[in-house]
């Protein structure tokens, strides 16, 4: 196949950060310094921005195509499953044998499929063995009684930056991983993504940009976008009206972008299916369209274009302390040090809004001393970014974690706790509450004999005074600040012989 050469690839690369690698058990998904994991905020526009964005639909909206529930009776989004490093693994034959990879593939039987073990669709099966760091993906997969058979099948290193082979297709038409470019419901619950978005659009160029390895179309007229094509969303979109989750999303989106995987529908975005995923507040992301976003030129990145390794920038910013708890309305500070850069100034955010607010708490632009807010927000846990002002799109993160003050018990005792008292004595009682400012109590006494005979009487300061006739009596003391906290003393009452003294 004819290889897509860019038409203007400027020769200075604009800056961008130390990439952050996001986590996948006890992995990565791919090197920091891979290009899903590379920032592209600051790369120039591709000369053909506005010619793929009107191609593919400046005002046809964003779709993202994952959520919870079933949409047309199948579940929504592409399911993934995390499996041990012990998985067996299971051979698979394919369609397309020449571009796949033998295997075998640790994927189980019945591991879910895209679309349900029903599904007339594309019945993605990804799974990733989070311990020997390797991913699996088959694509139109069937599972068989002890096998698979499917269109296509890739394994991928976690570890390496190697892409596949030039011109190879994947699970996917762009030859490239799935499961990178996904939308994860556990990363929005965290507070920040760090990779692209994988996307579709209905028709492509019968070309492939880097890191893309195969092309999907016999068009080749300029005008349609090639696979690997990236996009973002662009950086004066105004993202503060959406939920905490969706700006978790759409800042990925100005931050990492999308790149284009496959033909489908126009501006659809990937991600898991997850139950746990709020379709309604989802739909508010449709309220954007193609217009809101410009392609990039990522080859002033490329080092090698059989390796997904892209050129990082030397400044990096670090925020100390990485995890912290603090209680609602507390004050924090946060040191931020910005390597390799005369340049110490950096711009806070929480959460992607600048200087934070009510919700998720404030931080000072200067002294990077954060208030939690009033009170617990959800999800509880916030992040907090400082961004190098010399290089905006060097970023360091803290995690902050709001909790509510732990507030012990008010407690109550009694002194003495039991005692014996002559018929018509007196014996003056204390009571000692903590955990309040409040100390004062109530006193009662009550009989505990047989017939409820009078008990006698206490005051206001805790002095009893006991009837001529004998008697057992209970004495309490309530606090008045938490009135179901109390102690009790026993007193017997009873006339007290006294031996004489010879």
Not at 25 to 31: E, L
Not at 261 to 287: C, M, V
Request: with cysteine.
């Amino acid at each position: 196949m004819k290889r897509f050469v860019c038409a203007a690839v400027l020769c200075a690369v604009t800056s961008t950060a130390f990439a952050q690698a996001p986590p996948i058990g006890s992995c990565t998904v791919f090197p920091a310094n891979n290009i899903w994991n590379t920032r592209v905020d600051q790369l120039p526009l591709s000369p053909s921005s506005s010619t793929w964005v009107n191609t593919i639909g400046a005002a046809t909206h964003l779709h993202p195509d994952f959520g919870s529930g079933l949409i047309s009776g199948e579940p929504f989004g592409i399911p993934f499953v995390l499996v041990p490093g012990t998985q067996p693994k299971f051979p698979a034959t394919f369609l397309y044998a020449d571009e796949s990879d033998p295997g075998p593939y640790a994927v189980p039987v019945n591991a879910p499929i895209e679309g349900g073990s029903a599904s007339t669709g594309d019945r993605h099966v990804i799974t990733v063995d989070a311990t020997n760091c390797f991913l699996y993906e088959l694509y139109n997969a069937f599972p068989q009684t002890s096998s698979w058979k499917a269109d296509s099948g890739a394994i991928f290193n976690l570890s390496s930056n190697a892409l596949r082979p030039d011109t190879w297709t994947s699970a996917d038409a762009a030859g490239l991983p799935i499961f990178p470019g996904l939308v994860r419901y556990d990363e929005v619950l965290a507070g920040e993504i760090r990779h692209a978005v994988r996307f579709t659009v209905p028709r492509t160029q019968k070309a492939h940009l880097w890191p893309a390895r195969h092309d999907a179309s016999s068009l080749t007229a300029p005008q349609y976008p090639p696979m690997g094509a990236r996009f973002r969303l662009q950086a004066n979109f105004d993202i503060s009206t959406f939920s905490t989750a969706n700006r978790v999303i759409l800042t990925a989106l100005k931050r990492y972008g999308m790149m284009l995987a496959d033909n489908g529908s126009a501006w659809y975005i990937s991600g898991t299916q997850d139950d746990r995923w709020d379709n309604n507040d989802l739909n508010q992301l449709k309220t954007l369209t193609g217009a809101n976003f410009e392609a990039v030129d990522v080859l002033p990145l490329m080092i090698d274009p059989n390796s997904g390794h892209a050129r990082q920038t030397g400044v990096s910013v670090s925020v100390t302390p990485a995890t912290i708890t603090v209680n609602v309305n507390a004050k924090t500070a946060l040191n931020a040090t910005v390597t390799n850069t005369a340049d110490q100034t950096v711009t806070w955010d929480v959460n992607g809004t600048v200087g934070g607010n009510g919700t998720v708490g404030f931080i000072d632009s200067i002294s990077g001393v954060y208030t939690a807010p009033a009170s617990v927000p959800s999800p509880a846990t916030v992040r907090i970014h400082a961004a190098s002002h010399a290089v905006p799109a060097a970023i360091g993160s803290a995690s902050v974690t709001i909790t509510n003050p732990i507030v012990n018990p008010i407690a109550v005792k009694i002194t003495p706790a039991s005692a014996f008292l002559n018929l018509g004595g007196a014996l003056q009682f204390s009571a000692t509450v903590t955990n309040t400012t409040n100390t004062s109590v109530t006193w009662k006494v009550t009989s505990a004999s047989r017939g409820n005979p009078a008990p006698g009487t206490i005051t206001a300061q805790g002095l009893y005074q006991a009837p001529a006739t004998p008697i057992a009596v209970t004495i309490t003391a309530t606090s008045v600040a938490d009135p179901t906290k109390s102690a009790s003393a026993s007193v017997s009452v009873n006339r007290i012989h006294k031996r004489a003294v010879r």
